[in-house]
């Protein structure tokens, strides 16, 4: 295992998950297989109450959602976290027809 650094995604207010998710950390729990127990930055341990967008440091654009306490979110998107490379759950959007 690796961590890796990475950066929240701010500006998500009309961003909803997929159908079939009640939430972005019900998307990241149910893609996991697990309750989120902890916030998953390194060296945090708040309660995780949100499912985070975020993005590698330096790397594509490609968005990730992960489970971080209410005080991490708060922080900058300038703001560089260490996080599990393993922790990090895609963002695959489905298309939804008529």
């Given at each position: 295992?690796?961590?890796?650094?990475?950066?929240?995604?701010?500006?998500?207010?009309?961003?909803?998950?997929?159908?079939?998710?009640?939430?972005?950390?019900d998307?990241?729990?149910k893609?996991?297989?697990?309750?989120?127990?902890?916030?998953?930055?390194?060296?945090?341990?708040?309660?995780?109450?949100?499912?985070?967008?975020?993005?590698?440091?330096?790397?594509?654009?490609?968005?990730?959602?992960?489970?971080?306490?209410?005080?991490?979110?708060?922080q900058?998107?300038?703001?560089?976290?260490?996080?599990?490379?393993?922790?990090?759950?895609?963002?695959?959007?489905?298309?939804?027809?008529?």
């Amino acid at each position: 295992m690796r961590f890796i650094e990475v950066k929240l995604i701010k500006d998500i207010s009309n961003d909803i998950p997929p159908k079939g998710y009640l939430s972005w950390l019900d998307y990241w729990e149910k893609k996991k297989g697990i309750k989120a127990k902890e916030c998953e930055f390194l060296l945090c341990v708040g309660e995780p109450v949100i499912g985070a967008k975020i993005v590698k440091v330096n790397r594509s654009n490609r968005e990730y959602i992960l489970p971080i306490c209410s005080h991490c979110n708060l922080q900058s998107e300038d703001k560089i976290f260490e996080a599990w490379e393993c922790d990090l759950v895609p963002v695959i959007m489905m298309k939804e027809t008529d």
